[in-house]
């Protein structure tokens, strides 16, 4: 497709739940970045791939939080034992590779709501 | 640890004001800055960025940005606002040395009243 697309736009759990996320970065991006963002604030860098490899995961929060990019184009959030406070927008972006390198295009994101 | 601080939540302006949005930084090496740009119901998307060079940045829209290293800071600008520029602004650094760990700041929310 033309842009980063995420799945599902919403997700509705409960607290205790496993769900996945999914993003679908631009083709040929290489770079792909997972955020967090709250109510109220910027979005917060979780966990950013180069290729297949996380090459920076410092922002995943805790354990619960995993991330895969296994051929390095999809790459899926997983998060464990759901908390209330997992509450948010989960936003996904790609980079190129060359000059535009730094350039992040985002995703539409996924509401998470955990009840 | 980096950090980007935004000095106005919330802006009002009427059309044809002139816009200035505050974004300080706290990291001590070079970085790369950015401004994204929110518009109701669509994504995030680059206003504009600063790597090198000319500290005097210029993006879409009439947008500009000025690095003042001096003083940890990347304000936005904009001489004459329309209602169309309505949207949430968000300033953020990486590190420029091939970081790519991007921090955002809160964000600004602008109103532009027509």
């Known amino acids: 497709g033309a842009g980063v697309s995420q799945t599902p736009s919403n997700k509705v759990t409960e607290k205790g739940k496993y769900v996945e996320l999914r993003c679908d970065p631009i083709s040929g991006h290489t770079a792909l970045y997972w955020y967090r963002q709250s109510l109220g604030q910027g979005p917060e860098f979780l966990i950013y791939?180069?290729?297949?490899?996380?090459?920076?995961d410092s922002g995943l929060p805790n354990d619960r939080f995993f991330a895969v990019r296994p051929e390095g184009s999809v790459s899926t959030l997983k998060i464990q034992r759901t908390e209330r406070g997992d509450s948010a927008v989960y936003l996904c972006?790609?980079?190129?590779?060359?000059?535009?390198?730094?350039?992040?295009?985002f995703g539409p994101g996924t509401r998470l709501t955990v009840l | 640890a980096q950090s980007v601080s935004q000095h106005n939540h919330h802006v009002i302006l009427s059309e044809a004001a002139s816009l200035e949005l505050g974004c300080n930084y706290s990291?001590?090496?070079?970085?790369?800055l950015f401004w994204y740009v929110q518009y109701p119901g669509q994504h995030l998307q680059l206003l504009l960025k600063y790597f090198s060079g000319d500290p005097l940045v210029k993006g879409i829209k009439g947008f500009e940005a000025e690095f003042i290293k001096s003083k940890f800071s990347f304000n936005l600008r904009k001489p004459s606002v329309q209602w169309s520029d309505t949207a949430e602004y968000f300033c953020a650094v990486n590190d420029g040395t091939g970081g790519f760990k991007t921090i955002f700041g809160a964000g600004t929310r602008l109103f532009v009243k027509a």
């Open positions: 990291y001590g090496g070079t970085v790369n």
């Open positions: 972006a790609s980079s190129p590779s060359g000059p535009s390198y730094n350039e992040q295009f």
């Open positions: 791939f180069q290729g297949t490899g996380a090459a920076d």
